[in-house]
């Protein structure tokens, strides 16, 4: 079955220090990943995202995520968190085909404390 | 970037009347677009796949008559919550991804829809 699995529902982090939010995938398919970031009651922005080659990617607002195929992961990464990098984020898995959905992880909820 | 429009952000209805959500790919084409529905606290879980031109392919346990959609055009798809119920009242987001491959999903800005 096609699933994302965020283990982490809540995460609180000091302001300045470093981040990672896990991501695990199982996808039949080649897999083509992707991170957003939503604040409340607000649509979904994409952070970064995965295709193929480098499996280190960059994304906005600092970000980074690096591809694990051995370990089926996308963990996001962030070196210094900002108190505005506080919300929700989801990891997503989709086909490289553009009539076919993204596939949704639950979500973490990242808190930023001063 | 690409954009997505979805309008509106937000609708209060009556329980029983019928609601409009729009979701425009506004410098694309998109064949596809996709209907999500988000519950407080929650991930989102897609509801339908919009094809232009044919009928929406429609998740299980997703309850075609009450939320009736329609892709018209390569840039508007539309989402009709029916007979709206205060069970109905949720977080609504539309995405599409522009044509070909290696296309990433851009999404709208969500309807916040209430019924009363």
């Known amino acids: 079955a096609q699933s994302v699995t965020q283990p982490d529902i809540h995460i609180t982090v000091s302001e300045g220090a470093s981040l990672e939010l896990r991501c695990n995938y199982s996808?039949?398919?080649?897999?083509?990943l992707f991170w957003y970031v939503q604040s409340p009651g607000q649509g979904l922005q994409l952070l970064l995202k995965?295709?193929?080659?480098?499996?280190l990617v960059q994304g906005i607002k600092g970000f980074e995520a690096e591809f694990k195929r051995s370990q089926s992961s996308f963990n996001l990464r962030k070196p210094s968190v900002h108190w505005s990098d506080a919300a929700e984020y989801f990891c997503?898995?989709?086909?490289?085909?553009?009539?076919?959905?993204?596939?949704f992880g639950k979500g973490t909820t990242l808190s930023v404390s001063s | 970037g690409a954009v997505v429009s979805q309008h509106p952000s937000r609708v209060i209805c009556k329980s029983g009347t019928s609601v409009k959500i729009e979701c425009r790919s506004l410098?694309?084409?998109?064949?596809?677009m996709f209907w999500y529905r988000q519950f407080p606290k929650q991930s989102l879980m897609l509801m339908a796949t919009?094809?232009?031109?044919?009928?929406?392919?429609?998740e299980q346990g997703v309850e075609k008559d009450k939320f009736l959609i329609n892709h018209a055009s390569l840039t508007l798809s539309t989402l009709t919550v029916t007979s709206a119920h205060p069970e109905d009242s949720s977080f609504y987001i539309c995405?599409?991804?522009?044509?070909?491959?290696?296309?990433?999903?851009?999404f709208g800005q969500g309807t916040r829809l209430t019924v009363v």
């Open positions: 995965y295709f193929s080659g480098d499996t």
């Open positions: 997503a898995v989709g086909a490289r085909q553009a009539g076919t959905a993204l596939i």
């Open positions: 410098d694309f084409q998109a064949t596809t």
């Open positions: 996808y039949g398919a080649t897999p083509y």
């Open positions: 995405s599409a991804r522009d044509r070909g491959v290696f296309t990433e999903a851009f």
């Open positions: 919009s094809n232009e031109g044919s009928k929406a392919t429609y």
